[in-house]
């Protein structure tokens, strides 16, 4: 069993607390969006209540060694205006300035320490460096989900070291939701998949086989599907070495009895600069053109399906939705997720980026904070950071 914060002594001891704090940057190293940050609050702002000594610790982007422009500096100034009181940050992350900060904490003090990436033995998962990390601790909480997936030496090697051990609200509310998807669940049960490869989403895919009534499928991804099943794409953007796999999925859905739906019609051009699209079969794409988005007829009957659901695991955009003239179905998908009323859970980076844009985030059961992390678990793999956090019942 994992324990949460909620029932760990933390009251006057020395938390480290592992975040995700890995925000976009803006060119004048300003926070670009401080959802991150917000997803921290809960578990940051409850270690305080209960008089914890909060040490934070999280990486930003991916330093080869100490970089300026990816101090945690902007961060913990976001932070610290969203808490409303000081956020200390170290010089590094371990070292004579972070051991004097530490020490000297009082009871809900909050420190961070700077990008522990600047240090390459985070990534190596060095037992020295994890070592240095478990010495500030006399309790350790790790909230960052995104990085589960990654055995580093603040999400796994240093776990070893402390004593007491839990997950943070976040991870917990992360772990119970997707978690459920694992489970059983209330039927019809929808696999909304999409986004740019079949590559990236094979994994999830083949363990929703056998889990879920229906898969639907859009985005890059549906081209190689249909173009497995004889389908002219055009100049869309197919797999070709993935083109077996994709007809073996089918195959097994089709044995097993899942639906799979794919475009029927699909929003088409030749270019991604292209100020409109046209509307064409999804098995008649003109040599000259791309799909690049699910069409009108699609995007009905995927709504339709959504909004009828008793659960749905939404993955991946149905288009380019990044760009105007290729975003409808992305947004249709989005609010037919947000009107239905069973279990809703999105994951993954654009995904979750297209239900902010399209603002219908609070009509989501759990719109999940880790890219490649919900995915992971998702395809039912054991992630590292997860996993450590385990102890006996
Ligand atoms: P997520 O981050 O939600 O897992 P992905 O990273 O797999 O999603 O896919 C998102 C990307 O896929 C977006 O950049 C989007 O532009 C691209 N994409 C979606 N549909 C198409 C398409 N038909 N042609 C080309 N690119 C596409
Ligand atoms: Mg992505």
Same mark, same amino acid.
């Given at each position: 069993?994992?324990?949460?914060?909620?029932?760990?002594?933390?009251?006057?001891?020395?938390?480290?607390?592992?975040?995700?704090? %890995?925000?976009?940057?803006?060119?004048?190293?300003?926070?670009?969006?401080?959802?991150?940050?917000?997803?921290?609050? @809960?578990?940051?702002?409850?270690?305080?209540?209960?008089?914890? $000594?909060?040490?934070?610790?999280?990486?930003?982007?991916?330093?080869?060694?100490?970089?300026?422009?990816?101090?945690?500096?902007?961060?913990?100034?976001?932070?610290?205006?969203?808490?409303?009181?000081?956020?200390?940050?170290?010089?590094?992350?371990?070292?004579? !300035?972070? =051991?004097?900060?530490?020490?000297?904490? =009082?009871?809900?003090?909050?420190?961070?320490?700077?990008?522990?990436?600047?240090? @390459?033995?985070?990534?190596?998962?060095?037992?020295?460096?994890?070592?240095?990390?478990?010495?500030?601790?006399?309790?350790?909480?790790?909230?960052?989900?995104?990085?589960?997936? $990654?055995?580093?030496?603040?999400?796994?090697?240093?776990?070893?070291?402390?004593?007491?051990?839990?997950?943070?609200?976040?991870?917990?509310?992360?772990?119970?939701?997707?978690?459920?998807?694992?489970?059983?669940?209330?039927?019809?049960?929808?696999?909304?998949?999409?986004?740019?490869?079949?590559?990236?989403?094979?994994?999830?895919?083949? %363990?929703?086989?056998?889990?879920?009534?229906?898969?639907?499928?859009?985005?890059?991804?549906?081209?190689?599907?249909?173009?497995?099943?004889?389908?002219?794409?055009?100049?869309? $953007?197919?797999?070709?070495?993935?083109?077996?796999?994709? $007809?073996?999925?089918?195959?097994?859905?089709?044995?097993?009895?899942?639906?799979?739906?794919?475009?029927?019609?699909?929003?088409?051009?030749?270019?991604?600069?292209?100020?409109?699209?046209?509307?064409?079969?999804?098995?008649?794409?003109?040599?000259?053109?791309?799909?690049?988005?699910?069409?009108?007829?699609?995007? =009905?009957?995927?709504?339709?399906?959504?909004?009828?659901?008793?659960?749905?695991?939404?993955?991946? @955009?149905?288009?380019?939705?990044?760009?105007?003239?290729?975003?409808?179905?992305?947004?249709?998908?989005?609010?037919?997720?947000?009107?239905?009323?069973?279990?809703?859970?999105?994951?993954?980076?654009?995904?979750?980026?297209?239900? %902010?844009?399209?603002?219908? !985030?609070?009509?989501?059961?759990?719109?999940?904070?880790?890219?490649?992390?919900?995915?992971?678990?998702?395809?039912?793999?054991?992630?590292?950071?997860?996993?450590?956090?385990?102890?006996?019942?």
């Amino acid at each position: 069993m994992i324990k949460s914060i909620a029932d760990l002594p933390i009251e006057g001891k020395r938390v480290f607390l592992r975040v995700d704090l %890995n925000v976009p940057l803006t060119p004048a190293r300003g926070v670009a969006d401080d959802s991150r940050i917000r997803a921290s609050l @809960p578990t940051i702002e409850h270690a305080i209540k209960r008089g914890a $000594r909060v040490v934070l610790a999280s990486h930003l982007g991916r330093p080869k060694g100490p970089t300026p422009q990816l101090s945690l500096e902007p961060v913990a100034a976001r932070l610290a205006e969203l808490l409303e009181r000081e956020v200390i940050l170290t010089d590094e992350a371990v070292g004579d !300035g972070a =051991r004097k900060v530490v020490a000297d904490l =009082r009871d809900g003090d909050v420190a961070l320490l700077e990008n522990l990436r600047f240090f @390459p033995g985070e990534e190596a998962n060095d037992d020295g460096f994890a070592r240095q990390l478990a010495a500030y601790a006399d309790v350790y909480v790790n909230d960052a989900f995104g990085t589960a997936h $990654r055995a580093h030496a603040s999400t796994v090697g240093m776990i070893a070291h402390v004593a007491v051990k839990g997950a943070g609200l976040l991870m917990m509310k992360e772990i119970e939701f997707l978690g459920r998807l694992l489970g059983p669940v209330d039927k019809p049960y929808l696999a909304v998949i999409g986004g740019a490869k079949v590559s990236d989403k094979i994994g999830v895919l083949e %363990n929703l086989l056998g889990r879920v009534d229906a898969f639907l499928i859009g985005g890059a991804m549906a081209n190689t599907f249909l173009k497995a099943k004889g389908a002219g794409v055009g100049k869309s $953007r197919v797999e070709e070495d993935k083109l077996a796999l994709a $007809r073996a999925f089918l195959k097994k859905a089709d044995d097993r009895k899942v639906e799979v739906l794919l475009p029927v019609d699909v929003v088409a051009a030749a270019s991604l600069d292209a100020g409109e699209g046209q509307v064409v079969r999804a098995d008649q794409v003109p040599g000259e053109a791309m799909a690049l988005d699910i069409g009108p007829e699609t995007a =009905r009957g995927f709504a339709d399906r959504i909004t009828r659901a008793r659960t749905v695991f939404w993955n991946g @955009p149905m288009g380019v939705f990044e760009k105007r003239p290729f975003a409808k179905g992305t947004v249709a998908v989005a609010e037919a997720v947000a009107s239905c009323r069973g279990l809703t859970v999105v994951g993954g980076g654009d995904s979750v980026a297209a239900v %902010n844009e399209v603002d219908v !985030g609070a009509k989501i059961t759990h719109i999940s904070t880790g890219g490649g992390a919900s995915l992971e678990f998702i395809e039912g793999r054991t992630l590292p950071g997860i996993a450590a956090l385990e102890v006996e019942a």
